[in-house]
């Protein structure tokens, strides 16, 4: 298999972007990626799109063509899917797009995400959310995706002494972060108070320790490396992509406090790049829920076990030190359309490692890490990233 | 690239499976698969899962980590991969699979399909049916999937001469193949005058020209060509997998008495297999709408542009023929639950190459074809079967 370099990136603002349709934000975010990438469509072999829930959301399932065509790239008639895995669906369609490329079918291609979630109500949306957790096992006695997140958190606090402090933590770092980011659904700060003092959603967590719902979408190009210089100046290497699963309901794990699905994915992805976390200089993790945040620093191999709460709420993880934690906002702050998280991760890697965040940009940004998980984890995906040198 | 083979089938009875649930269907198909290619678990790979509309059907995304999960497979965390392109969702996961063995990531896969359709109320089906013809331009406007394909089927008829008889005589085929398929919705025999007097649902397609909403599952095994003997005593050869696409809405297109996407998927896999359609012996194809047969037939080359309907109605696609058309009874009569299908007919043609379709078996059937579609064709998936010398 060949090595394969993200050569262009796109993206929406994220938000309530209730005047412009899925198909508009679809073709927006994919086209500034070809133009990014120097690339034209007639190069291009396929598009892969990770969206969760199009079928429920804008009652169009069928989307991948769809966005092909109304973005007026039908004429080749090239293959185009859409991939779905809940919260992990972009992360996803990522790593179908680079076996595409790896594997020598294709030397082009686009991977998208994209989600429309705010033109339905918000018990909607929430609805939607929680298909992707065990609807037998979970969701028909009540369960909710942020109530089962809440159980994740209340035993991280019972086992490892986490507290609520820590956990407002993570809302407070990435508002700041995302201040800067003018693509992103919130810019205001917060401080600790607002959020400790926030309604609550399912206890421990309130409603600003879960992130939004958000309409937006994100697209990258993918090409071979090795003709990567054809088309941009600072390739980016994609050194890892794996994928990992686990059980859909959380009573079904020995422990609920790992994600395994996340610490198999890291594993394989730091053997396949034959790097350390170590190495990591700037990260875009899952931060649905707070508790999602601390748990993944933790089992992508950041932090010990058990640590990520004091070590998160230290500010160590803020730019400036060895590793920068979710420098866009994160889905907290930058936003959450489901389908569009994994690829906007990627994206905003790929600013950093080239050195174009702007007033975001992380120092000695060389490798990057991506972190994407569908529902409390029975899918995980991680990306490693870096300067082709 | 290397090649890839069927290693082992398996499906589940289609039609209205009150009793069964979505994952159980799902689990007995791939439990059958993997039983039949005499594969331990300990060496499966990965898990691509063909499905349409979960979500909207059963409140439930995020579906190929479940399979994986309550298949007893999850231990070793596998990636799982749900795929969607409408009623091509089938076709369109095996092609990922067949790349991800290709490409040498993994020796063996399974790749399934399911749909759990008749759950919900018929309105409800129905709706969720036309999500996959394109909402903006067509179903706002109160197309649904029968009319946009009872609108080809008219423009056939102005254009070629094709008669009502003569798209009555594609369920009377259908429904004579699935008498003799256990698996088969359903098994009644139809005559011509049935069909031509059963009610309208879009004129000139009534009742019985409309494939039915089903439940069902199909999944195959795949692994390397190279090993297939390991595993099975008739390997069967991918000798060709290939996706087109194509404008959403029909009048988007300059003609839509052909379906360009199953031309140019067509042409593709009889470049990819160094074959012609005169080398087929035995084809499933999409026959949703007893007009989608006709066109099909024409647009993968077996007939001239504008033959089908009398060359169709004259019998010569039945059992003896040179090239025996939906063996299976195809959507029509074997039945349609969306996801499933592209799985369930490289599932019959496996077996017709095999010489195990006991009843319905095709003589000298040596190179098969599958045929699947979404929507009117924004989607179309062609592959190519061939028992492996």
Redesign the interface.
């Known amino acids: 298999?060949r090595e394969v370099a993200v050569l262009g990136v796109g993206q929406t603002k994220f938000g309530e972007l209730w005047d412009r349709?899925f198909?508009e934000i679809g073709i927006e975010a994919g086209l500034q990626a070809l133009v990014d990438a120097k690339l034209s469509s007639a190069d291009l072999g396929a598009l892969y799109l990770g969206n969760?829930?199009s079928?429920?959301l804008?009652?169009?399932?069928?989307i991948?063509?769809?966005i092909?065509?109304?973005a007026g790239l039908?004429g080749r008639?090239?293959?185009?899917?859409?991939?779905?895995?809940?919260g992990a669906s972009g992360a996803?369609a990522l790593?179908?797009g680079y076996?595409?490329v790896?594997?020598?079918?294709y030397d082009y291609v686009v991977v998208g995400g994209a989600e429309k979630l705010t033109d339905v109500p918000d018990s909607a949306a929430s609805?939607?959310a929680s298909?992707?957790?065990?609807?037998?096992w979970e969701?028909v006695f009540g369960a909710t995706l942020p109530a089962l997140w809440a159980l994740i958190a209340r035993r991280h606090m019972h086992r490892f002494g986490t507290t609520r402090e820590e956990l407002a933590s993570v809302p407070v770092h990435d508002h700041a972060m995302a201040a800067k980011n003018p693509n992103a659904h919130y810019r205001n700060k917060l401080t600790l108070e607002q959020v400790l003092g926030a309604g609550p959603v399912a206890e421990p967590l309130g409603v600003l320790d879960c992130a939004p719902f958000s309409d937006g979408a994100a697209a990258v190009v993918l090409g071979p490396l090795e003709i990567a210089r054809k088309h941009t100046e600072i390739p980016i290497r994609i050194a890892a992509s794996?994928?990992?699963?686990?059980?859909?309901a959380l009573q079904?794990r020995k422990e609920f406090t790992t994600l395994?699905?996340t610490e198999?994915?890291a594993r394989r992805a730091f053997t396949q790049a034959r790097r350390a976390p170590a190495d990591v200089r700037v990260a875009e993790i899952h931060d649905a829920y707070s508790i999602s945040a601390l748990v993944a620093l933790e089992d992508l191999g950041f932090v010990d076990k058990g640590r990520a709460g004091p070590e998160f709420a230290s500010g160590k993880f803020g730019r400036g030190g060895p590793l920068t934690i979710n420098p866009s906002g994160g889905l907290k702050a930058q936003g959450r359309p489901f389908g569009a998280v994994g690829v906007a991760q990627v994206v905003e890697i790929v600013r950093q490692l080239r050195g174009e965040a702007k007033d975001r940009q992380v120092a000695d940004a060389t490798l990057g890490l991506t972190h994407d998980v569908?529902?409390t984890g029975?899918?995980s995906v991680v990306h490693l990233l870096e300067r082709a040198s």
Chains 1, 2 share one sequence.
């Open positions: 298999m349709s198909r969760m829930a079928g429920s804008i009652d169009q399932e069928h991948a063509p769809l092909l065509d109304y039908v008639h090239l293959p185009a899917f859409r991939v779905e895995g809940g996803l790593h179908q076996l595409a790896a594997s020598g079918l609805a939607i298909s992707a957790a065990d609807h037998e969701v794996q994928v990992a699963s686990d059980t859909m079904h395994a699905s198999v994915a569908g529902g029975a899918t």
